[in-house]
């Protein structure tokens, strides 16, 4: 298989683009650095792209990897052919390499194998050959009766050569790969439930279930494999057995023979018993693969505009972790992050001392001049927003407030990493701290937490967890480096996620910071231990060093582009100070006017980069987040027994998954928005329509206060009946 081949068609890319990927990926570049600076190389592959082709490039190599090593298993067994030599080159799935290498596996005991020990794989070829017309079975199996061997009889030499005969039949790649086809296209999965207790009603709707294998959708799978875990359901892979023994009976049964009896039986023992299950679990194992790379890429597509939600700077904020019997915890922070009070009230059941709590933060809101109040959206949430509004309206000074995600907070304060960051605090007044923390800048915050623990999925806990941490590791990677982190004030936690850095790298930076102080330019960082000329490349584009000897280092220009600036700003009679001072506006409509392909020519910059350079020099420092839309803030809180049908609101997108979306409308219970519901037209997937922390204009359509459930809708059509789930 040419493997480069291969990529540049299922990538849709030019040879020398395909070419330039793979040698960049093999000389061990990250996916950041060569998304952003090597665009002419690749033609302006993005992160996803390019993370998608490397996970290709290494199933394609691994796939030569296993024929390499079955064609060698099979030729030392002296029993390679050209039409196997030709099924193994052209097989383009593992799945079709193991079929084709099943009858050559040192097998364990079966009764195919008990069988050939008695000396009956003679007879076996005989009966499968179905050449013979005259006669009975008895007088061709009479000479293989063998008392010593343990065949008593001709009946018993018949039965097991039927038994090769079966698994021969069972080992027949095509018959495998054929029948794999029949059952993906048309075969039921099942699920009945087995099991009512207290937590059968979670599988209410799979007690009597039966769905084609073609159309169940990933979450659905997901559901019923957690149910089967849990003992609660009893999951099965049905399809027409007659049919299937059919198909599998054509090329394998020739009429006429007196053998052509024993072989049906050995079609239908081999289907029953050998194939099906086989092909079962295979088919159980496709749609779990398929749904747990539906599920993290969910997860990944959600936990992408998490982190990167723009943060809210220059604010004295308050956190508040909710809780009923011990207090809501409060943390004062600074308009950088740091801890400038703490403390714990009681304005909740079952205190409810609510007016001691009121004249605690107000005195504090007045004290630290806090502008806004974080609120974690958990346990207690809906007390301690309504407790927080009420508070705002005897406050003299303007605060408004903002329910958060406190997803994976308790996490952070119970982890290693929390417990160095404040050694002297407990556990609740660190997640006090986060929650503040997180809403002057998200992504910050939460690379401190494992992406899992985030909360922006679906059934994680139930995935492979090294793909998953693999596929979440990459999306905090690609949101660090397009973002850019601050060398001189980044966390650990931080700068662990820049390209080309490691743990150990990543400590040497922090002591040699601690010892030397601030950097002062990026070149200083080839004097850190252990961070040579590779890791410098990777890494010195994405690190910023605001007000630092030298201008460029406070964008995302990379060093080796350096010259390629100067020359551009002498072009057209810049200096550096004009960039510090933000005076290049004029930049693009200069190098436009002049002609881009010259400007290109006369600095050695490609077409690409020198884009990059231009915008980068025109807004140093900038932040990729500051474009979008920021975060709602609130003075008053509603209830559910506000909602109306009909009624419009302005929501927040919480979680995106296979069904539809979760939106927040302030009433603490998040209202779920179904696909049919997203918009007038189809709509694919809810992840083509709608982002995590977007805002968006909601219409209330069903109010459920017992089941606490919210039916939201987003169609202008409010005549069209909903789909259902």
Not at 422 to 429: A, G, L, M
Not at 532 to 547: D, T
Not at 568 to 582: H, N, T
Not at 615 to 644: A, F, Y
């Given at each position: 298989m040419d493997i480069t081949a291969r990529i540049r068609t299922e990538f849709n890319l030019r040879a020398d683009h395909a070419d330039n990927i793979i040698s960049l990926i093999d000389a061990g570049n990250t996916i950041p650095f060569i998304a952003r600076y090597r665009k002419e190389m690749t033609?302006?592959?993005?992160?996803?792209?390019?993370?998608?082709?490397?996970?290709?490039?290494?199933?394609?190599?691994?796939?030569?990897?296993?024929?390499?090593?079955?064609?060698?298993?099979i030729e030392e067994q002296g029993k390679m052919t050209e039409e196997i030599a030709a099924s193994l080159s052209k097989a383009e799935t593992l799945s079709e390499v193991e079929d084709i290498y099943r009858p050559f596996k040192q097998k364990r005991k079966t009764r195919a194998t008990v069988a050939i020990a008695k000396g009956l794989e003679p007879l076996a070829e005989i009966i499968f050959a179905q050449n013979i017309t005259e006669g009975t079975l008895e007088d061709i199996a009479a000479p293989y009766v063998n008392p010593d061997l343990g065949v008593e009889d001709w009946r018993q030499a018949v039965d097991g050569a039927r038994d090769i005969v079966a698994e021969k039949i069972?080992?027949?790649?095509?018959?495998?790969?054929?029948?794999?086809?029949?059952?993906?296209?048309?075969?039921?999965?099942?699920?009945?439930?087995?099991?009512?207790?207290?937590?059968?009603?979670?599988?209410?709707?799979?007690?009597?279930?039966?769905?084609?294998?073609?159309?169940?959708?990933?979450?659905?799978?997901?559901?019923?494999?957690?149910?089967?875990?849990?003992?609660?359901?009893?999951?099965?892979?049905?399809?027409?057995?007659?049919?299937?023994?059919?198909?599998?009976?054509?090329?394998?049964?020739?009429?006429?023979?007196?053998?052509?009896?024993?072989?049906?039986?050995?079609?239908?023992?081999?289907?029953?018993?050998?194939?099906?299950?086989?092909?079962?679990?295979?088919?159980?194992?496709?749609?779990?693969?398929?749904?747990?790379?539906?599920?993290?890429?969910?997860?990944?597509?959600?936990?992408?505009?998490?982190?990167?939600?723009?943060?809210?700077?220059?604010?004295?904020?308050?956190?508040?972790?909710?809780?009923?019997?011990?207090?809501?915890?409060?943390?004062?922070?600074?308009?950088?992050?740091?801890?400038?009070?703490?403390?714990?009230?009681?304005?909740?059941?079952?205190?409810?001392?609510?007016?001691?709590?009121?004249?605690?933060?107000?005195?504090?809101?007045?004290?630290?001049?806090?502008?806004?109040?974080s609120i974690g959206n958990g346990t207690a949430s809906k007390e301690s927003e309504i407790f927080v509004a009420d508070m705002l309206k005897d406050c003299p000074r303007?605060?408004?407030?903002?329910?958060?995600?406190?997803?994976?907070?308790?996490?952070?304060?119970?982890?290693?990493?929390?417990?160095?960051?404040?050694?002297?605090?407990?556990?609740?007044?660190?997640?006090?701290?986060?929650?503040?923390?997180?809403?002057?800048?998200?992504?910050?915050?939460?690379?401190?937490?494992?992406?899992?623990?985030?909360?922006?999925?679906?059934?994680?806990?139930?995935?492979?967890?090294?793909r998953l941490d693999e596929v979440l590791g990459g999306v905090v990677e690609d949101c660090v480096n397009s973002v850019g982190v601050d060398l001189n004030t980044a966390s650990p936690s931080l700068l662990s996620y820049v390209a080309g850095l490691n743990s150990a790298i990543v400590k040497n930076i922090v002591a040699y910071r601690e010892e030397n102080g601030k950097f002062k330019t990026r070149k200083e960082l080839l004097k850190v231990?252990?961070?040579?000329?590779?890791?410098?490349?990777?890494?010195?584009?994405?690190?910023?060093?605001?007000?630092?000897?030298?201008?460029?280092?406070?964008?995302?220009?990379?060093?080796?582009?350096?010259g390629g600036a100067e020359k551009?700003?002498?072009?057209?009679?810049?200096?550096?100070?004009?960039?510090?001072?933000?005076k290049l506006g004029e930049l693009p409509s200069k190098v436009s006017a002049f002609g881009t392909s010259r400007v290109c020519e006369?600095?050695?910059?490609?077409?690409?980069?020198?884009?990059?350079?231009?915008?980068?020099?025109?807004?140093?420092?900038?932040?990729?987040?500051?474009?979008?839309?920021?975060?709602?803030?609130?003075?008053?809180?509603?209830?559910?027994?506000?909602?109306?049908?009909?009624?419009?609101?302005?929501?927040?997108v919480r979680n995106v998954i296979d069904f539809g979306a979760f939106v927040d409308i302030g009433v603490h219970q998040d209202g779920l928005v179904h696909i049919s519901e997203l918009s007038d037209g189809y709509v694919r997937h809810p992840s083509d329509v709608l982002k995590v922390g977007q805002t968006v204009t909601v219409r209330v359509i069903g109010v459920d206060t017992a089941k606490n459930r919210i039916s939201l809708s987003m169609r202008k059509d409010k005549k069209r009946p909903h789909a259902d789930s």
């Open positions: 033609g302006h592959c993005d992160d996803q792209v390019l993370r998608e082709l490397a996970d290709r490039l290494k199933y394609l190599r691994n796939l030569e990897k296993r024929k390499e090593e079955v064609t060698a298993s069972s080992d027949d790649a095509e018959l495998r790969k054929k029948l794999r086809r029949i059952f993906l296209k048309n075969a039921d999965i099942t699920a009945k439930l087995v099991k009512k207790d207290g937590e059968a009603a979670t599988y209410e709707m799979y007690a009597d279930y039966s769905e084609p294998v073609s159309e169940i959708k990933s979450h659905r799978v997901l559901a019923i494999n957690r149910g089967e875990a849990e003992e609660y359901l009893r999951v099965k892979i049905v399809i027409d057995k007659d049919f299937a023994i059919r198909v599998a009976s054509v090329g394998t049964v020739k009429e006429g023979s007196v053998t052509t009896p024993v072989v049906k039986e050995a079609v239908a023992d081999a289907y029953e018993r050998l194939i099906y299950p086989s092909i079962e679990r295979e088919i159980r194992a496709y749609l779990t693969e398929n749904a747990n790379e539906q599920g993290i890429k969910m997860f990944a597509g959600n936990l992408k505009p998490l982190l990167m939600q723009p943060p809210i700077r220059g604010i004295v904020t308050m956190g508040l972790d909710p809780a009923y019997r011990t207090g809501c915890k409060i943390a004062v922070v600074d308009e950088t992050g740091k801890v400038l009070d703490k403390t714990v009230v009681y304005p909740t059941p079952p205190q409810n001392k609510t007016e001691e709590a009121k004249k605690v933060l107000l005195a504090m809101i007045a004290k630290y001049g806090v502008d806004v109040i303007k605060v408004s407030y903002i329910v958060v995600s406190e997803a994976g907070a308790s996490v952070y304060s119970a982890s290693k990493l929390g417990a160095e960051e404040f050694p002297d605090y407990d556990v609740s007044e660190r997640s006090a701290v986060s929650i503040a923390r997180r809403l002057q800048d998200p992504l910050a915050e939460l690379i401190k937490i494992d992406p899992k623990s985030i909360g922006v999925g679906q059934y994680q806990h139930d995935m492979p967890a090294a231990p252990k961070l040579g000329e590779k890791a410098f490349e990777q890494c010195a584009g994405f690190l910023r060093i605001p007000g630092g000897d030298v201008v460029f280092d406070n964008t995302g220009v990379h060093p080796e582009s350096y551009l700003l002498s072009l057209f009679g810049y200096g550096k100070d004009d960039v510090r001072q933000g006369y600095t050695g910059l490609g077409a690409d980069t020198l884009g990059d350079v231009v915008s980068e020099l025109v807004k140093p420092g900038r932040d990729v987040r500051d474009s979008l839309p920021r975060p709602t803030l609130r003075t008053d809180v509603m209830d559910i027994n506000d909602l109306v049908v009909g009624m419009e609101l302005t929501g927040t």
